[in-house]
């Protein structure tokens, strides 16, 4: 089944603030540590945010960039990346707001969206 709103899975270095946010707003986010994740390499959260049906969001443009590029070119399927500058929190919490207030679940698969 598919969901009309993006679940946001945040990678290990995003802070756990901005899930407290968007939780706040109704919005599903898992992080890391919720997900028992801490540790894992890029690619088992990335298998991890595929399983779930979960957009990733992180700090790693470098690493994730060359993930979705893996996939891609696997012919393998992901429910999307967002690469998101630093900075503060409420800063990054709003900016995700607008994407899930401008972009459905099913529009973000195998796409990368900088923030």
Same mark, same amino acid.
Do not use: W
């Given at each position: 089944?598919? &969901?009309?709103? =993006?679940?946001?899975?945040?990678? +290990?270095? *995003? /802070?756990? =603030? ?5 939780r706040s707003r109704g919005f599903e @986010?898992?992080? @890391?540590?919720? %997900? ?6 890029? %690619? !088992? ?19 994730? +960039? /060359? #993930?979705?590029? !893996?996939?891609? @070119? %696997? ?8 690469? %998101?500058? &630093? &900075? ?7 900016? #995700? ?8 679940? +099913? !529009?973000? &698969?195998?796409? *990368?969206?900088?923030?």
């Open positions: 089944m598919s &969901r009309l709103f =993006i679940h946001f899975y945040l990678d +290990e270095d *995003v /802070s756990v =603030i901005v899930a407290k946010l968007l @986010t898992t992080t @890391t540590l919720d %997900a028992g994740q801490l540790g894992a390499s890029d %690619a !088992e959260q990335m298998e991890f945010a595929v399983a779930n049906q979960c957009t990733i969001v992180t700090h790693n443009r470098a690493h994730f +960039e /060359s #993930l979705a590029k !893996e996939y891609h @070119t %696997a012919g393998k399927t992901h429910h999307g990346i967002v690469i %998101a500058v &630093r &900075r503060p929190a409420n800063q990054l919490a709003q900016r #995700l707001l607008i994407l899930l207030d401008n972009v459905t679940s +099913e !529009e973000m &698969r195998d796409q *990368v969206r900088y923030i």
